[in-house]
């Protein structure tokens, strides 16, 4: 009953048997290999058009070179309040950067579009003391389970256009929000207006694999080179071009992606059916955030269950009682029906 995170779960079988295979062979080094190219080429018809792709190693590189990547002297990034990138990431996008995090907060764990508009305002661009509006990044899936509509990404997209602000998204769980919508990848990206997309592999079945995916190669011209500097450029590069492969190969992310929300589907849906439990709130991932009777949460740990407790935000609907817990628990590729049943039952009968 491994709950914690979706990065607790291994690799896909079909990722290692590729990775096996590549690890037979010979192949040019630093991302210049045939594979490299090709797996370039395939993001190309993933994303509908041309694309610069670069591949690093986690998350936290992706959203902070990405970040860099766009980045201005004084620059401010906005993102919302409870977001990776200004919480998770122990400052890394602002190290890299060399810019600030400005929190925006909005419920559900999205930017609420005035708000935005409000803190952008803050910053007028010949702000020499306050720094300036340069950057505006969402992430999707939320950090709390939620997803931005296609409508709200797009009125997102239009104030980072309206201030002249490049717009980054957080994709470190991109399919299952992708799965969610139940759109394609340009439609969820480029088509409304996203300029720098970090693309996650990890999280759904890869062993370590992230893209950062610029819409319009320009943007990517000196990014060699910063990639370089920041020591994400691996000599074997190929073997994260490999896990893309399969990763992409008959669309084993979306089915990847799927089941992962569909466990977690199963788990709204039990916990909707408890009179012992309730949902925090609506998610609509492959994250869901419960609050259960202490008992409840004691027992399921006592009996394995691996999941992390949350601390409660301001806008949740229903407050947590001195008895209750409020806990996270993540689903992916490798949660199986008895592992959600199992936990389901332990709260039932705690
Ligand atoms: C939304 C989001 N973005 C980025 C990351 C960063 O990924 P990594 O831990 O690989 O740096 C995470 C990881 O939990 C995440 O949840």
Request: charged share 25%; hydrophobic share 45%; aromatic share 10%.
């Amino acid at each position: 009953m491994f709950f914690a995170s979706d990065n607790w779960a291994g690799a896909h079988p079909a990722i290692n048997e590729r990775l096996s295979k590549e690890s037979t062979r010979f192949a040019a080094a630093y991302g210049t290999s045939d594979l490299d190219r090709a797996i370039e080429q395939r993001f190309n018809e993933i994303f509908e058009k041309e694309v610069a792709v670069f591949f690093v190693a986690t998350g936290t590189a992706a959203n902070s070179l990405s970040l860099a990547s766009i980045a201005r002297p004084g620059g401010l990034t906005f993102c919302h309040t409870e977001a990776h990138v200004i919480e998770d990431e122990c400052g890394a996008p602002d190290f890299f950067s060399g810019m600030r995090m400005v929190g925006v907060e909005g419920p559900a764990g999205k930017m609420l579009p005035e708000n935005l508009i409000e803190r952008i305002a803050r910053y007028p661009q010949d702000s020499v003391h306050h720094g300036r509006a340069a950057a505006v990044t969402m992430t999707q899936a939320t950090e709390v389970g939620t997803i931005y509509s296609l409508d709200e990404i797009d009125v997102i997209s239009k104030i980072a256009k309206d201030n002249g602000l490049p717009l980054h998204m957080d994709g470190a769980r991109f399919a299952n929000a992708l799965v969610s919508l139940g759109c394609s990848p340009a439609e969820m990206t480029w088509k409304r207006g996203v300029d720098v997309l970090s693309f996650g592999g990890t999280k759904n079945g890869c062993w370590c694999a992230e893209a950062i995916v610029f819409f319009d190669p320009q943007l990517a011209k000196d990014f060699a080179f910063l990639r370089k500097r920041t020591a994400q450029l691996f000599s074997k590069s190929r073997f994260i071009a490999a896990q893309f492969e399969a990763y992409l190969k008959d669309d084993l992310w979306i089915g990847l992606a799927s089941h992962a929300n569909t466990m977690a589907d199963r788990l709204r849906t039990g916990f909707g059916s408890l009179n012992s439990a309730r949902l925090a709130w609506q998610t609509e991932s492959n994250e869901v955030f419960a609050v259960l009777p202490k008992a409840s949460a004691k027992a399921a740990s006592e009996q394995g269950a691996k999941f992390y407790d949350w601390l409660e935000p301001r806008d949740i609907p229903e407050k947590v009682g001195k008895d209750e817990v409020l806990i996270r628990m993540v689903t992916s590729f490798a949660t199986t029906q008895e592992d959600v049943d199992q936990f389901l039952s332990i709260c039932a009968s705690a």
